[in-house]
């Protein structure tokens, strides 16, 4: 099959504060690794545009109906995680993936779906002397048509406010996920920053953290230990200055990590218990939730 880098068509109309502009990609005979978006504008201290300053969230819309949602302000912390070459992201660019990495032919396929579609939601306000001006959008795909398959979603979950000491969350949505392959705990960030929550740092806050599916305990690890799983694994870099807590299931690119959590048309029960520290101040968690959907796992 032959790879395609493009640009997409233009979106529906011009990024205006608190608006939501709609791109609809042409999908027909198309597989897809990746759509890239990049804002136009000017920023108060910049010639180039921060997504993060004029962007609240990003959602991808199959069918008309939302599978995954991406916050920028977050989405930049979580991929930092990533960044294994190092190299610094241009902050006027935000990367929605469809492929994973480990999961072979996870591309997005189309061949089962009406439409593909983006949708930017601008923030309420705009930044004193921003200008936002349009929004840029490219693609890569593969000249294939077939169904769905594991392709890459990704999910914010926000659950009840935390309190100090021990959280159980048995009632998390986790949409259209099938596998579970990574959770990123966040707190929400300050509105006037765009990298750091202030005193709000669940690095700082979450001491511990354990998940189970069914009866089956598949993760219970202290932040000290989860820091090192990290430091030993190829798939992950630990920036330079941490502001939320990996839970990564997958520490070497090996599909069979990814933990199910949906048999057939069952969701299986998923329990996330976190120990937060009395320390840092009560705030609302944030979760950003990585796994696959499309094929469906059957029952043995």
Known sequence: MQRIVQPLPPFNSSPVAGTSPVLTAPHRGRSFSWIALRVRGSGPSSAVLDVRNVVSSIEVLINDKPVSTYVPKLWQQFVAYLNQNGDTPAVDHILIPFESPGVLNSELGTADIQTLQIRVNVVA?????????????????YLESVPRAEALVHRIITPKMTAAGENNFSNLDFGSIVKLRRLFLMCLPDTADLEVTGGKNARSAIT?????????PVWDSTKEN???LLNQSPLYKIPGTQYGHMMPLDLNLNANDFQVIRVGDTRLPVELVIDWNAVVDVAQLLIVAEGTEGAKVVPA
């Open 125 to 141: 306000s705009l930044p004193a002397n921003t200008s936002f001006t349009g929004i840029d959008a490219s693609a890569c795909y």
């Open 208 to 216: 511990r953290a354990r998940l189970k599916v069914g009866d089956l």
């Open 226 to 228: 989860t820091y090192f």
